[in-house]
């Protein structure tokens, strides 16, 4: 079956870098699509990012955009998530999420890791 | 970018009840909306795809509608498991934008 696993989630300090990473299994991660979703605590869900499932394309939300930059490594099926120059703002549950059809940028998401948990603060 | 905006941001339901959530984009999407469940604590689980089209395993007490701008969530025959927040998400265009979320409480 489908499994993202998240993790890397820390307390940093504003300013300084955090590397997340996705691992997934249960399917063929070399085909897909990959988001990162963010959920600061008690608000809603924020996209952050996408990058398709050779790594060429890559989109980001404006509020990252310059500081975050999605990556995979389709040999170690595994997603990243690099964050520098965290602000407090950038606190949040970080989720890994799986598009559900492959090789296309413009679909829905089908499964969901469980999240890692960043927080930003001095 | 493209505006997501649900309505109501809460709403009480009894067990058995049957409830319709609304969600309006800024503009044309076609069918590029999909519905998400959220319980408190937890990861989101994908429900709706393409408006209509119902994720693997999900139970067919869920349906989605609409087309174009206007989308609606229905859950019939409420069960406690079913008390959760419910986003829509938009997905034709980047940056992908969610629904602000509605809290679907036990009256």
């Known amino acids: 079956q489908v499994q993202l696993v998240e993790s890397g989630g820390d307390v940093v300090q504003p300013g300084r870098s955090l590397r997340l990473s996705c691992a997934a299994s249960g399917f063929n991660f070399n085909n897909y699509g990959m988001h990162w979703v963010r959920q600061a605590p008690g608000k809603g869900l924020e996209w952050v990012a996408f990058i398709s499932y050779n790594g060429i394309n890559k989109f980001y939300a404006d509020s990252v955009k310059g500081r975050f930059t999605i990556s995979r490594d389709n040999s170690k099926n595994t997603l990243y998530l690099q964050m520098n120059s965290l602000r407090p703002e950038d606190t949040a549950g970080y989720y890994c999420?799986?598009?559900?059809?492959?090789?296309?940028?413009?679909?829905?998401?089908?499964?969901w890791g469980q999240g890692t948990l960043v927080t930003v603060s001095s | 970018d493209i505006q997501m905006t649900q309505s109501p941001s809460s709403l009480s339901a009894s067990v058995g009840d049957r409830v319709t959530i609304t969600c309006r984009a800024s503009?044309?999407?076609?069918?590029?909306l999909a519905w998400f469940q959220q319980k408190p604590g937890k990861a989101p689980k994908s429900l709706i795809y393409?408006?209509?089209s119902l994720q693997s395993g999900v139970p067919s007490k869920f349906s989605g509608s609409g087309s174009g701008t206007d989308f609606t969530l229905t859950i019939s025959s409420l069960q406690p498991e079913d008390f959760a927040t419910y986003y829509c998400?938009?997905?034709?265009?980047?940056?992908?934008?969610f629904g602000q979320g509605t809290r679907l409480e036990i009256k």
């Open positions: 999420a799986k598009v559900a059809t492959p090789y296309s940028n413009y679909v829905g998401f089908d499964y």
């Open positions: 998400q938009q997905y034709i265009s980047y940056p992908i934008t």
């Open positions: 503009q044309g999407i076609s069918n590029y």
């Open positions: 393409a408006a209509s």
